[in-house]
């Protein structure tokens, strides 16, 4: 049997983590679309619930989206009846947006069918292993977890 093509490449760390990104991005992305969801705006409609009221221009900063790709996207949320904008108290030029029922119920769906696509990815692992492997991701990537 023939040596795998790119051996060099393939023991890079910077690799390997990059094709185990894309694996889990496929998994997540096949449970979102299962519930009409795509990922950017599963990523909205999050942080949307977590930072609620929030101004437009505030939440595409937190989720670091371009701020016209974040209106599609908002457009798309409230099109679909998930989210709400409007005026922020704090100043009324600007939008608030924040969640409706409908989009805290469809959330809490796609954040446990997200779940189950992750422990899909990590169940090579064992319990131990997967909170090592978390534990180093979050070290290298230079997040605290939070």
Same mark, same amino acid.
């Given at each position: 049997m023939a040596?795998?093509?790119?051996?060099?490449? /393939?023991? $890079?760390?910077?690799?390997? !983590?990059?094709?185990?990104?894309? %694996?889990? /991005?496929? $998994?997540?992305?096949?449970? !979102?679309?299962?519930?009409?969801? %795509?990922?950017?705006?599963?990523v909205v409609l999050s942080a949307v619930r977590d930072l609620a009221p929030v101004a437009q221009a505030g939440l595409g900063r937190s989720v670091s989206l371009d701020p016209k790709d974040l209106v599609g996207v908002l457009n798309d949320l409230q099109a679909a009846g998930?989210?709400?904008r409007t005026p922020d108290p704090a100043d009324r030029?600007?939008?608030a947006v924040s969640l409706t029922d409908e989009g805290g119920r469809l959330l809490a769906r796609c954040e446990e069918a997200a779940r189950?696509?992750?422990?899909?990815?990590?169940?090579?692992l064992s319990a131990a292993e997967?909170?090592?492997f978390m534990g180093?991701?979050?070290r290298i990537s230079g997040t605290d977890g939070s």
């Amino acid at each position: 049997m023939a040596e795998a093509p790119l051996p060099a490449i /393939r023991s $890079l760390p910077s690799w390997l !983590l990059g094709r185990t990104a894309a %694996r889990g /991005r496929a $998994l997540v992305a096949e449970a !979102l679309a299962e519930h009409g969801m %795509r990922m950017w705006h599963h990523v909205v409609l999050s942080a949307v619930r977590d930072l609620a009221p929030v101004a437009q221009a505030g939440l595409g900063r937190s989720v670091s989206l371009d701020p016209k790709d974040l209106v599609g996207v908002l457009n798309d949320l409230q099109a679909a009846g998930l989210v709400l904008r409007t005026p922020d108290p704090a100043d009324r030029r600007k939008n608030a947006v924040s969640l409706t029922d409908e989009g805290g119920r469809l959330l809490a769906r796609c954040e446990e069918a997200a779940r189950a696509a992750n422990d899909t990815l990590l169940a090579p692992l064992s319990a131990a292993e997967r909170d090592q492997f978390m534990g180093l991701l979050i070290r290298i990537s230079g997040t605290d977890g939070s």
